[in-house]
């Protein structure tokens, strides 16, 4: 009986990059590769939360197809490529067309040094935009007193959309729409976020990876050049990512 639980433990590792990668059943190809501290690229992934594979930043080849590394579920003897310069170049054609599909202005964003997009640019080696700008005209949502919507910004991760809904237990948000006419949406019967019940430190309001949420009075409390991704490399930060208790620091 011993024997047989040793095998069956052993069976459970799959292979990224040539590296021996063990997983538990129920586990993720991300969610093993970030344990075993091997970096995915990822914007729309957050540890305990639901995954959703909406940024498709994750892609990588299992068994010699293209899947989507946080809802793809890890098997035994997965044979799985991440760090190749084709993927990477797809994931640098998906951040670009990121950035001109909504109004990304670095040096103007209070996000910069704290925006994941921003730092995953940086990541990839991203010098232009590459995609013409599509410059669209969203709706800012200042109704609320402590929190501010800014979906110029937006990139539909739907992080707060599943930050609200399980673990704020508030379901504040939803994307409404599809494709190009897809928008985040508040559920209230106004589509005011000022008629809501979110607070300052729900996780909805802190979790988003751009400056699309924002806290209110909160500008610049951390100087442009000691912010997050100003210390630190994206690839550093997501080892270290956890869903925070209520009053912590999310970034």
Not at 7 to 17: G, P
Not at 149 to 168: K, M, T, W
Not at 199 to 217: F, K, M, T, Y
């Amino acid at each position: 009986m011993a024997r047989e639980a040793t095998k069956a433990t052993e069976s459970n590792n799959l292979t990224i990059d040539g590296q021996t990668v063990p997983f538990e059943a129920g586990q993720t190809i991300m969610d093993a590769a970030l344990a075993a501290r091997i970096y995915i690229p990822h914007l729309c992934h957050y540890p305990g939360l639901k995954p959703a594979g909406n940024c498709r930043l994750c892609v990588v080849e299992a068994n010699g197809k293209s899947v989507a590394a946080c809802i793809t579920p890890a098997q035994p003897g997965q044979q799985v490529c991440s760090d190749t310069s084709e993927l990477n170049a797809a994931r640098l054609a998906i951040t670009q067309m990121l950035f001109v599909e909504g109004n990304h202005i670095c040096p103007s964003c209070e996000k910069s040094g704290n925006c994941r997009l921003q730092a995953m640019g940086y990541y990839l080696g991203m010098l232009e935009e590459h995609f013409h700008q599509f410059n669209p005209r969203r709706e800012i949502d200042a109704s609320h007193p402590t929190v501010l919507l800014d979906r110029d910004r937006c990139i539909l991760c739907d992080l707060c959309v599943r930050a609200s809904r399980d673990v704020d237990k508030k379901n504040v948000f939803a994307i409404a729409g599809r494709g190009i006419h897809a928008r985040l949406i508040v559920n209230t019967a106004s589509g005011k976020l000022g008629d809501s019940n979110i607070e300052a430190d729900d996780l909805a309001a802190n979790i988003c990876p751009v400056g699309a949420i924002l806290i209110r009075e909160r500008s610049f409390d951390s100087p442009i050049g000691e912010r997050i991704y100003d210390r630190l490399s994206i690839s550093d930060t997501a080892m270290t990512e956890h869903v925070p208790d209520k009053g912590k620091d999310h970034d």
